[in-house]
């Protein structure tokens, strides 16, 4: 059952609706509703600790949660995609809720069936905005996500190797400039190699989401070896042929 608590705050879409941005909050629904109107901000849900769902913005209608961001060409990402707000006391960096996931799960299928959303289309936050922000977080599901199809994680093949910048460019990542490549690569470790990820106090992260250090991550053989395999699942999946 989904809940209705309406935020003032969307304009029209200029693009039609290709991608879905999960996000968490550090913050429980009720909250969390209140802070993004003091910002006057807004997302189409946001999924509490307990699996409640609200919703706040009506699908058709462009949400403010992506702010200045970048997924595969397109900066515009509040007008192309759906924005899921996920409750999470420290940021993503602990094991989430079971029910809030299970709860999360049926919306995302929910979500993907009714608008066709491909599996190389469902991002975090962190993802299309790596410089800025570093929601949802490392401990965030994506791999049970991905064994229920949503989004995408490891397979078996390996295809032929790129330089970095050029497979995290191919992913979807900005890498137009020194620090866009190191802040993608700390956010695809966040998203596929949460290892790699440092937990932090929460203010600690929201100011710096990456490490001034990340750029050493570009010769680690771990990293490499993840991103290949992320880089050959992403071609399989947009029909190129590997
Ligand atoms: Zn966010």
Redesign the pocket.
């Known amino acids: 059952m989904i809940m209705y608590r309406p935020l003032p705050f969307f304009n029209e879409r200029k693009l039609p609706i290709s991608t879905l941005v999960i996000?968490s909050m550090a913050h429980n629904a009720d909250e969390g509703i209140k802070q993004l109107e003091a910002l006057q901000l807004s997302a189409h849900y946001v999924v509490d600790y307990d699996g409640t769902i609200y919703q706040c913005v009506s699908e058709d209608k462009r949400a403010w949660?992506a702010g200045v961001s970048y997924w595969r060409g397109e900066t515009d990402i509040n007008s192309c995609s759906i924005g899921i707000e996920v409750c999470h006391r420290s940021l993503g960096q602990s094991k989430f809720n079971k029910k809030q996931i299970a709860s999360l799960i049926e919306l995302c299928h929910d979500i993907i069936r009714r608008r066709q959303i491909a599996p190389t289309m469902i991002v975090g936050?962190s993802d299309i905005a790596p410089e800025r922000?570093p929601?949802p977080g490392k401990d965030f599901p994506w791999k049970e996500l991905a064994a229920d199809n949503i989004g995408i994680w490891y397979g078996s093949r390996f295809c032929a190797q790129a330089d970095a910048v050029e497979m995290l460019s191919t992913i979807g990542y900005k890498t137009d400039t020194e620090q866009a490549v190191q802040a993608s690569a700390y956010a695809f470790c966040r998203h596929f190699l949460p290892k790699k990820i440092i937990k932090l106090p929460v203010k600690k992260l929201v100011d710096n989401p990456y490490p001034d250090d990340c750029k050493k991550l570009l010769s680690d053989g771990e990293f490499m070896t993840a991103l290949q395999n992320i880089y050959c699942q992403y071609r399989i999946y947009s029909k190129t042929n590997c």
């Open positions: 996000h949660h936050h922000k929601d």
